[in-house]
């Protein structure tokens, strides 16, 4: 894994855990901007 989506998860809460996961299970490649989207629930 990434070290930016490790550095996110490790910081997540619950429910920003739970976007960034479920925007890693729709990538094909990953797209970090697009994760990074997903935690700050702004996706």
Known sequence: MP???GT???TADAAQAGRL???IQG???LDLAALQ???DGTA
């Open 21 to 23: 996961m479920q925007a």
């Open 37 to 39: 989207r997903a935690f």
């Open 3 to 5: 070290e930016p989506v």
């Open 27 to 29: 990538l094909v490649k």
């Open 8 to 10: 996110l998860l490790n």
